[in-house]
């Protein structure tokens, strides 16, 4: 009995020492993809400086996104997120919703379609066309990867593996934030998107979203996770509804107000064309331009 103690004992060290390991880990290679993501951006900024660029506050929206991104993830915020149900919520609201939305008003597709050479941008307009970003760029899927990933995430036991493991932190926040950043883009992106939905799609889709976010806010707030306190869970569960409420607004807005640039009549030297054409792209009708602005 004593050797199986001990090797009881080594198999719990071995265990704690790689939890205590991963976790920094974790947080320094999101520090690296975000300080990447921050000078990557500045570089094709940079680059594509003798073009007509984006709105200067473009810029400002995209590094706040990357800034909310991070709080979310490292930091006293992200900590307490470990132990408080309500701190986990306003990360969630962060790297789920918020940030993705504002990096996504950063236009980084745009951005490296000016700061790339012709060849680099025709290959990045060649990958916007694939079958498969098609298929994960569609608004009801991008829909039921966002919302399906959050139900399954708080209704099973993947809630408290995620706050176990390091990895598996790494892997759910890895999607929540890619699924909200692609959702974002597919419903509202400024970005040039060559399989854009129609808007009546769009709009029906945002519809059915948000009705799925809130419903699950209302349900977590009567049913919280396995080990979290009802009062806990309660103020959780507000900052969910009440903080997705604010961002689904600002979608809906952003959907309303897209449709009416890219609708409305443009000017025959439309500033589009040069771009499009150098990337490429086939010419487009009035009904599909998108602002620059």
């Not at 900024?45 to 709080?71: A, D, I, K, N, Q």
């Not at 509202?188 to 009705?211: E, K, M, T, W, Y």
């Not at 487009?284 to 998108?290: A, D, G, I, K, M």
Request: net charge positive; charged share 10%; glycine share 10%.
């Amino acid at each position: 009995m004593s050797s199986d103690h001990a090797h009881h004992a080594d198999h719990t060290r071995h265990s704690e020492t790689a939890a205590a390991v991963g976790w920094p880990v974790f947080e320094w290679l999101v520090v690296v993809v975000l300080v990447l993501a921050a000078a990557g951006y500045g570089w094709l900024l940079w680059s594509g400086r003798h073009r007509t660029g984006p709105s200067p506050w473009r810029p400002v929206s995209f590094y706040v996104g990357l800034l909310g991104v991070g709080v979310g993830l490292v930091g006293p915020l992200a900590h307490a997120g470990h132990t408080s149900f309500t701190a986990h919520m306003v990360g969630h609201l962060l790297v789920g919703m918020l940030g993705p939305l504002l990096l996504v008003l950063g236009t980084p597709v745009r951005v490296a379609l000016r700061g790339l050479s012709t060849a680099g941008a025709r290959r990045v307009s060649r990958v916007l066309r694939f079958p498969v970003v098609r298929w994960v760029t569609h608004p009801v899927v991008a829909a039921i990867l966002n919302a399906g990933g959050l139900w399954l995430l708080y209704t099973t036991a993947l809630f408290h593996w995620m706050h176990a493991s390091a990895w598996g932190h790494a892997l759910v926040h890895t999607h929540i934030f890619l699924a909200g950043y692609v959702f974002t883009a597919a419903i509202a992106g400024p970005d040039p998107d060559p399989h854009r939905s129609s808007f009546r799609v769009r709009a029906v889709v945002l519809v059915l979203f948000i009705a799925a976010h809130s419903v699950l806010a209302k349900w977590l707030y009567a049913h919280p996770p396995a080990g979290v306190a009802p009062h806990d869970a309660h103020v959780g569960a507000q900052v969910m509804y009440y903080g997705g409420d604010v961002v689904d607004v600002l979608l809906i807005v952003l959907l309303f107000l897209g449709h009416h640039r890219a609708t409305r009549p443009r000017p025959a030297t439309d500033r589009m064309y040069p771009t499009l054409i150098q990337i490429g792209e086939p010419p487009v009708s009035r009904h599909h331009r998108e602002p620059l602005s």
